[in-house]
Each structure stands twice: as structure tokens, then as C-alpha cells.
């Protein structure tokens, strides 16, 4: 059976926020792209909190932006709440953030990535790195298929060898409901890369029907929103409150009486991140 291969400059492997800016910066440069992801219906998904920007990120959007990425012109159009950070503090500590309409601006980031010229977006599952006399030659996809580049770029997020951990079950995944790529990264470890393990977590996701908002307290945006990009004139989406609770002294006991079964405490995860 003859082996597929495809011929490209680069390849970059994983299309969330990092693979879709390198991808489109590569492309947008004439250096023939491809950009691999194992869903190219979660192409910049928001998995964990949907909003950009925040302390120190808000102003690395910006940079990106200055150099001609794309993630603050999405949230221009996508975000539903612009707040200035830290106002009270002086300017260096201001930091831009807004809460995206998630689908939205999952949607408007795939529709660049589909557009762009050089750029050729694939449903693949990466499952090793090809060298050969020591320098990268491509990537293997499951398949057996071969893309050939001079250059490669993974930006995988959390999908290398993933475990997800939901109280005291523990599943393999980088995303609710998706797998993960444990092959590549026994290719990266057969190559002499030595890999570590990092974590991350994600908040629950509450059923706003199921939520009183009349005894949370309202949280609005900044009444005159400050675009994320340079080229953005201003904000012309419809902008949403957010809201504000606490917990008491009820939450408080049933955490102390439960902590014991909490994955970062019983040791079921090795980490204090």
C-alpha cells in the first residue's frame, strides 16, 4: 500500500490560540503552511475560561497585535465585556480583559484559518516527529500519511499524554469528551527531549437558568470599552454584565469535610501548581 506523503515549508501541530497565530503569521509571510488539528470544529476553542487578556496577558495580546496577530482583532468582534484591570494602580498595571462570547469567537478565528492564503488547515491526529541525520524532516499522522517540512512547530496544549482528573476519577484526555497523543509524545521522549508533566484547571460550568441573579451582585464592563487592537476603531457588539457571589460558611464545611478526596490533596495529583 503506498504511503501518502504532502509537501509544505512549515507544519505546526495543534490549532488552538498559539498554533493559529503562528500558523497565520507563517502563512501571511509566503512560507507554505500546514496546520494539523485533531477537530477542526475546535479550532481556538475556549476550554478553560472563555475571555482574553487579563494581568500581563492583556498587554501580550497587545503585543501580538502590534505585530500583526489576530487574537486581539477576534475578541473586538467576539467579546461581550471589556474591563480595564486595575485602575486604581498606575498605568503600568493596567490590564486589558474581556469576556468572549466563546463560540463566536471560536467561529471568526477558524473562518481566518480557512481564508488565509499559503494556509492549508487538516483533521489529523499527529502521532510522531520524522528526523532523519538529525534534522526534522516532518510529522507522522495516524494513517500512516507523512507531511514533509523544513520546519516544524507543536503547539499542543494539553493533549501530550493528557489526564484529566474530575474529583477522584481519572480519565485520559486533553479536553472533556477528546482524546489525547500519547504517541508523540513517546516520539519527543525517543528523540531526547525529557518531558515533564504540568497542570491546569478549569472552573465548573454552571446552568445560567438554574442561577437567582437577583441576589448576586452586578458586575458591569467598562462603560466606554478600550479596543484590544490597534486597528479596531471601537466595540460594536452588544456588551453583557457579569455577576459577583460568595461562599459561606455551609460551602466552607462541606470542602473541609471533603478535602481529603480532592485530587491535589489526596495525591492523586503530584504538583503545586
Same mark, same amino acid.
Given at each position: 500500500m503506498m504511503?501518502?506523503?504532502?509537501?509544505?515549508?512549515l507544519?505546526v501541530v495543534g490549532a488552538?490560540?498559539?498554533g493559529?497565530?503562528?500558523?497565520?503569521?507563517? !502563512?501571511? =509571510?509566503g &512560507?507554505?503552511?500546514?496546520?494539523?488539528? =485533531?477537530n477542526?470544529?475546535?479550532i481556538?476553542?475556549m476550554?478553560?475560561n472563555?475571555?482574553i487578556?487579563?494581568?500581563?496577558k492583556?498587554? =501580550?495580546v497587545?503585543e *501580538?497585535?502590534?505585530?500583526?496577530g489576530e487574537m486581539a482583532?477576534? *475578541?473586538?468582534?467576539?467579546g461581550i465585556?471589556?474591563?480595564?484591570l486595575n485602575?486604581?494602580?498606575?498605568?503600568?498595571?493596567? %490590564?486589558?480583559?474581556?469576556?468572549?462570547?466563546?463560540?463566536?469567537?471560536?467561529?471568526?478565528?477558524k +473562518?481566518?484559518i480557512?481564508?488565509? $492564503?499559503?494556509? @492549508?488547515?487538516?483533521q489529523?491526529?499527529?502521532?510522531? &516527529?520524522?528526523?532523519?541525520r538529525?534534522?526534522?524532516t516532518?510529522?507522522?499522522?495516524?494513517?500512516?500519511?507523512v +507531511?514533509?517540512?523544513?520546519? &516544524?512547530?507543536?503547539?499542543?496544549?494539553?493533549?501530550?499524554? !493528557?489526564?484529566?482528573h474530575?474529583g477522584? !476519577?481519572?480519565t485520559?484526555?486533553?479536553?472533556?469528551?477528546?482524546?489525547? @497523543?500519547g504517541?508523540?509524545? $513517546? %516520539?519527543?521522549?525517543a528523540?531526547?527531549?525529557?518531558l515533564?508533566?504540568?497542570?491546569?484547571?478549569?472552573? !465548573?460550568?454552571l446552568?445560567?437558568r438554574? *442561577?437567582?441573579? %437577583?441576589v448576586?451582585e452586578?458586575?458591569?464592563?467598562?462603560?466606554?470599552?478600550?479596543?484590544?487592537?490597534?486597528?479596531?476603531?471601537?466595540?460594536t457588539?452588544?456588551?453583557?454584565?457579569?455577576?459577583?457571589?460568595? @461562599?459561606?460558611?455551609?460551602?466552607?464545611?462541606?470542602?473541609?469535610?471533603?478535602?481529603?478526596?480532592a485530587?491535589m490533596?489526596s495525591?492523586?495529583?503530584?504538583s503545586?501548581?
Amino acid at each position: 500500500m503506498m504511503q501518502s506523503e504532502y509537501e509544505f515549508d512549515l507544519v505546526v501541530v495543534g490549532a488552538g490560540h498559539a498554533g493559529c497565530e503562528a500558523a497565520l503569521a507563517a !502563512a501571511r =509571510m509566503g &512560507v507554505r503552511t500546514a496546520i494539523l488539528t =485533531m477537530n477542526c470544529d475546535t479550532i481556538a476553542q475556549m476550554s478553560c475560561n472563555p475571555a482574553i487578556g487579563g494581568i500581563a496577558k492583556g498587554q =501580550m495580546v497587545r503585543e *501580538i497585535d502590534a505585530l500583526g496577530g489576530e487574537m486581539a482583532r477576534v *475578541i473586538d468582534e467576539t467579546g461581550i465585556q471589556f474591563r480595564m484591570l486595575n485602575r486604581a494602580k498606575g498605568p503600568a498595571m493596567h %490590564s486589558p480583559r474581556a469576556q468572549a462570547d466563546k463560540k463566536a469567537y471560536q467561529f471568526a478565528m477558524k +473562518y481566518r484559518i480557512e481564508q488565509q $492564503e499559503n494556509l @492549508t488547515l487538516r483533521q489529523e491526529v499527529v502521532e510522531g &516527529v520524522a528526523v532523519e541525520r538529525g534534522h526534522v524532516t516532518g510529522v507522522r499522522v495516524r494513517g500512516g500519511a507523512v +507531511y514533509r517540512a523544513r520546519a &516544524v512547530v507543536l503547539t499542543t496544549g494539553t493533549f501530550l499524554q !493528557a489526564i484529566m482528573h474530575v474529583g477522584e !476519577a481519572k480519565t485520559r484526555g486533553g479536553r472533556a469528551g477528546e482524546g489525547t @497523543t500519547g504517541a508523540l509524545s $513517546e %516520539s519527543l521522549r525517543a528523540l531526547g527531549f525529557e518531558l515533564q508533566r504540568f497542570k491546569t484547571g478549569t472552573p !465548573a460550568r454552571l446552568n445560567g437558568r438554574t *442561577i437567582d441573579f %437577583s441576589v448576586l451582585e452586578r458586575q458591569p464592563g467598562d462603560a466606554d470599552p478600550q479596543p484590544f487592537s490597534f486597528l479596531t476603531d471601537r466595540i460594536t457588539q452588544p456588551q453583557l454584565d457579569c455577576y459577583l457571589t460568595e @461562599t459561606n460558611e455551609r460551602v466552607h464545611e462541606l470542602i473541609r469535610q471533603n478535602l481529603h478526596r480532592a485530587p491535589m490533596y489526596s495525591g492523586q495529583i503530584q504538583s503545586t501548581g
